[in-house]
């Protein structure tokens, strides 16, 4: 693959998208449940530091985090719920094979179940196309639009303004 391919880029795009949903969801999760100071700089920590469990660091899976916020925005009578099936997207992103007989594609993504009995069912099988990347792009974005706005409208201090 060559630094201009569109389906790698883009599929890069998807991941930091997901990535970026995840953290504004632990961020909602830390203002409504969690100490009502963040006193890490999460970009100044080391490896082999110690910090306190909260909701940005402790070890929940993307849907265990996406399900714990639908619940609150239930909770507090907001209408915005973040579409759960995210979870499987990452999950598939995180754990499949991202594969090509060329390398210029086109891409696939293919993920596995745990064995049974020596063998594994296929669970994921997606042609990367940049339809389909778009699609996602533009999913994913949304979902962090609107979490964004829930927040917001919780009016949580993580995301001060418009």
Not at 138 to 159: D, P
């Amino acid at each position: 693959m060559t630094t201009d391919d569109p389906e790698p880029l883009a599929l890069g795009r998807l991941v930091t998208n997901l990535q970026s949903l995840e953290f504004v969801l632990r961020l909602l999760l830390h203002d409504l449940v969690g100490p009502k100071t963040l006193s890490l700089d999460l970009e100044k920590l080391s490896v082999g530091e110690t910090v306190p469990e909260n909701p940005i660091t402790n070890y929940d899976s993307f849907g265990d985090v996406i399900r714990k916020v639908n619940e609150l925005l239930e909770a507090h009578a907001k209408p915005e719920r973040i579409d759960p099936s995210l979870a499987h997207l990452r999950d598939a992103i995180a754990h499949g094979r991202v594969l090509a007989s060329h390398p210029t594609g086109p891409f696939s993504l293919v993920k596995f179940s745990k064995p049974k009995a020596g063998v594994v069912k296929v669970t994921v099988a997606e042609q990367l196309t940049l339809p389909w990347l778009d699609t996602q792009i533009k999913r994913t974005y949304s979902e962090i639009t609107k979490a964004r706005a829930a927040a917001r409208s919780l009016g949580l201090s993580c995301f001060p303004g418009p």
